[in-house]
């Protein structure tokens, strides 16, 4: 690293290699999972179609249906319970009665 007042350029930059690469998105995605998963608001990840690929505990709590009630559905419009947002900026809105 150069220092104040050294005219001489700092040296270039390494790149990481494969292995720190990998280690690296492990770090990502392990921080990524713990904020999803403990979340205060639902969260939910699913595909430009409406595919619904996972959501987080706080989801199924608040709508009262399982993860695996989730990933079977789709949240567009034609299949969604009334209950669910329309969109990720959607209010609240009470669960959906069991049965």
């Known amino acids: 690293m150069a220092k104040k007042g050294d005219s001489r350029p700092a040296p270039p930059r390494r790149r990481a290699g494969p292995r720190l690469r990998a280690e690296r998105v492990r770090g990502d995605e392990a921080r990524f999972r ?18 619904i690929l996972d959501c ?19 949240s567009g419009t034609s299949s969604r319970p009334t ?10 809105r009470s669960p959906p009665k069991a049965g």
């Open 56 to 74: 987080n505990p706080t989801a199924c709590e608040i709508y009262g249906y399982s993860r695996a009630e989730f990933l079977s559905s789709t």
């Open 83 to 92: 209950s669910w947002p329309a969109s990720s900026t959607s209010a609240k």
């Open 34 to 51: 713990a904020l999803f998963e403990a979340a205060t608001d639902a969260v939910f990840i699913e595909t430009l179609d409406g595919r």
